[in-house]
């Protein structure tokens, strides 16, 4: 059902603001009211950069942490746990971000030290230090690369001007070479090994060889590298303690939305509006009260021109439903909640688009084990509900087609009632009969709904004049009710025509817009031809499975005799039937996920359901990633 709202107004202290707040978020009962022209929110730049930061550290700490038990433990927090020991975790998290910036910047830095590795490798076969590489009284020295190609044209020219030289290290440069011209003769070396791509590459003045440079680095990045793992280390013993930053992150969304919650100040005092249910007044009440003995408060009904958000109570089973019904549309506080009578409708339909008693079976008892071990939360937990639930309409629809993984099985004796490959005539036909009830259940759910609003001429004309007519076809089809079908038919037709153009005062304008109306017959009769497409999924998924059946045992074969390629052939037919039948298990339950919604959203809420209203979010804490607060 839909709660009935009451609006509060709330006045306080300008100095009880922040507490009151905290107060209210605590309840979560109140959706605040936001004025744009006079309503006030407080910065929340700190908490977002602080956000960014708890989300991006414990996406750093995710490969220091633990694999997730397989059996998932609830997150439990104490509540004053919650809103007090923040500076602690604070802490942590900067101790975490200087630890990895460190890792980073050693990184960094050996990064220059493989580069200058790579640089002086080539040199390490020169033993005078680079300072003492410069030109003497008689010659000029050089130092460079080559490419390997041209090394036995620099040895010639060399050679032909009588020049000193070593061939020393490789690099992707080339060739390291070190030689030495008279100054008579350099210009005119240095001029014939430009032809040859010579490309001179001057050392560093360091009091240091090669050997010894590279020894320094070398110690260098093992030093370095030593660190990164005392540092990666301490990584992953703060990884231990990831769910504070996890609380953390929770504390901070929470502190976020309280800052940006809309109030209206003025110089003494913050005046607060929202809603609440009409049957959590005295929790706001007690809220205030623990805030401050000085304030005003207000409850008051909506008024006409007001819409109050939609919140639905339900009991177990229909609660989840109200997913699919809220993806389409949240449903307006003055009309009739739909999960009730779409919920039922859902589950049948869903159950008889799979129509296997061991598809049922398998998610019954697989997503009952998947909410029991992984404990999903909110829209997630409901959808794996709905589907728990519908595999027990897919196990009773499975025994009715006498279909068991795609084998027609008789357990008890038991035959089946319908079978959809065998009777698809029969089938049809329950499948449109299902689909002209499910329409009329609308009609009738729009029927109550003007009679609770008292507009009986409406429950008359717009309701029972339909669901006469629609019977009324229905039963031509049968001989023993054909008659009385006409008069149904027929008494249905003379109400639209009368009545359905009833605004009009003139009533040649009254009797022709009744005529129109009557012509949306063939709109209702199209919409319960969108219902063969039941017939369409139960036999598609029933298809499937006995192909998926036969060629399991073509690739079985004969198993009289027994034999070690026996053994291999019932493992391949094993994993023919395994893989087979989850696909399409998965498929099936795709197909009817979606096909089920479609009928509900179209043909069913087409009917009667407006859906103008908006979810009620009140202020609550914000929380990802802990389970439970405990509150004392």
């Not at 329409?439 to 729009?446: F, P, R, W």
Request: charged share 20%; glycine share 6%.
């Amino acid at each position: 059902m839909i709660v009935p709202m009451k609006k509060v107004q709330i006045v306080v202290l300008k100095e009880d603001h922040e507490q009151l707040m905290l107060n209210l978020q605590k309840t979560g009962e109140v959706m605040l009211i936001e004025h744009p022209e006079i309503s006030q929110k407080s910065d929340a730049t700190t908490e977002e950069i602080m956000l960014q930061r708890t989300r991006k550290t414990l996406g750093l700490l995710k490969k220091y942490r633990d694999k997730p038990k397989f059996v998932k433990e609830l997150n439990k927090v104490d509540y004053d746990d919650f809103v007090s020991n923040i500076d602690q975790r604070i802490e942590l998290l900067e101790k975490i971000e200087e630890t990895y910036e460190e890792i980073q910047h050693l990184k960094a830095d050996n990064a220059t030290l493989q580069e200058t590795l790579k640089t002086y490798q080539p040199w390490e076969q020169l033993t005078v230090p680079f300072d003492k590489i410069v030109n003497t009284k008689y010659a000029y020295l050089h130092t460079g690369f080559i490419e390997p190609r041209y090394c036995q044209d620099f040895i010639r020219i060399l050679d032909e001007h009588g020049s000193e030289y070593e061939l020393l290290g490789k690099t992707y440069d080339g060739q390291a070479v070190f030689f030495a011209n008279y100054y008579a003769d350099d210009l005119a070396v240095m001029e014939s090994l430009r032809a040859f791509n010579f490309t001179e590459n001057a050392l560093p003045k360091l009091p240091l060889t090669a050997t010894q440079l590279l020894s320094e680095k070398e110690a260098q990045l093992q030093a370095n590298n030593d660190r990164i793992k005392e540092l990666e280390e301490a990584l992953a013993q703060y990884a231990k303690h990831a769910g504070d930053l996890e609380i953390l992150t929770d504390q901070v969304s929470s502190i976020e939305v309280r800052k940006t919650a809309p109030v209206i100040p003025t110089d003494a005092t913050v005046y607060v509006e929202g809603w609440v249910r009409h049957d959590r007044v005295d929790k706001v009440i007690e809220a205030i009260k623990e805030t401050t003995d000085i304030f005003d408060c207000e409850f008051s009904d909506p008024l006409p021109d007001e819409l109050p958000p939609t919140v639905t109570q339900n009991n177990r089973f229909v609660a989840p439903f109200e997913i699919i019904t809220n993806m389409f549309a949240t449903p307006s506080p003055y009309e009739v909640d739909p999960n009730p009578m779409m919920s039922f409708w859902y589950w049948i339909i869903f159950g008889i688009m799979m129509g296997d008693a061991g598809y049922g079976l398998v998610m019954l008892l697989f997503f009952w084990a998947f909410i029991k071990i992984k404990k999903p939360k909110g829209n997630t937990l409901n959808l794996y509900k709905i589907l728990m639930y519908s595999g027990i309409t897919t196990m009773i629809w499975g025994i009715v087609f006498g279909s068991y993984f795609g084998f027609e099985w008789h357990p008890f004796g038991l035959k089946p009632l319908l079978t959809p490959l065998n009777n698809p005539l029969e089938m049809l036909v329950m499948s449109l009969v299902i689909g002209g009830l499910h329409i009329i259940s609308g009609l009738l759910v729009k029927a109550y709904d003007n009679f609770r609003k008292k507009d009986f001429v409406a429950v008359f004309s717009d309701s029972l004049s339909w669901i006469l007519l629609l019977v009324g076809i229905g039963f031509f089809f049968l001989p023993q009710l054909s008659n009385i079908g006409k008069y149904l038919a027929l008494a249905g037709a003379l109400i639209i025509v009368f009545f359905a153009g009833r605004k009009n005062r003139n009533p040649i304008k009254r009797i022709g817009s009744g005529l129109y109306s009557l012509y949306g017959a063939t709109g209702y009769m199209s919409d319960i031809l969108s219902y063969s497409r039941i017939l369409a999924l139960s036999m598609s998924s029933g298809v499937i499975a006995l192909v998926m059946n036969l060629l399991a045992q073509m690739v079985q074969g004969d198993l009289s005799t027994f034999s070690f390629m026996t053994i291999i052939k019932l493992l391949m037919a094993m994993v023919v039937y395994f893989v087979g039948h989850v696909f399409n298990l998965a498929m099936g339950l795709l197909s009817a996920y979606v096909h089920a919604s479609r009928l509900q959203y179209i043909e069913f809420f087409g009917k009667f359901y407006e859906g103008s209203g908006y979810a009620f979010t009140p202020l609550e804490n914000k929380l990802t990633y802990i389970d439970e607060l405990n509150v004392n």
